[in-house]
């Protein structure tokens, strides 16, 4: 990856697994309404930071941020769906909430800190 920025990597590394995710719950639990929930959601995290990055101003850099912190708190809802109607265990869905959580956290700093004063 050319970017050596910390919420792109890890924003492409969390899509990363949400798309293996997909793919497994559809060929192994033929689940594809969460998952695909999932895919669109924790792909749209980076694609939203990458794009704010090339923003054409400072607020279209938060917009964009925004939609990004939006989509992982969506990302952590359709994993918590997924671990509570059995669809992957407490233990598969940790790791990944953890990941997420982060996310969160990290957009939610850019957000406050990109605000107007």
């Given amino acids: ?3 050596k920025n910390i919420i792109v990597e890890k924003s492409y590394n969390f899509a ?3 798309v293996k995710l997909n793919r497994y719950l559809q060929q192994n639990k ?7 929930q999932l895919f669109r ?8 930071i990458k794009e704010a990055i090339r ?9 964009k941020m925004n939609i990004s912190l939006k ?3 969506e990302s952590e809802y359709w994993i918590e769906l ?28 850019i957000v406050r800190t990109s605000e107007p004063y």
């Fill in 30 to 36: 033929k689940e594809y309404g969460i998952s695909n």
């Fill in 41 to 48: 959601s924790g792909t749209s995290i980076g694609a939203n």
């Fill in 55 to 63: 923003g054409q101003s400072r607020s279209d850099f938060r917009a």
């Fill in 71 to 73: 989509e992982a708190s």
């Fill in 82 to 109: 997924l671990r509570d109607t059995g669809y992957i265990s407490e233990s598969e869905s940790e790791s990944l909430l953890n990941d997420c959580v982060e996310l969160i956290k990290i957009l939610t700093s």
């Fill in 16 to 18: 990363v697994r949400c």
């Fill in 1 to 3: 990856m050319a970017d």
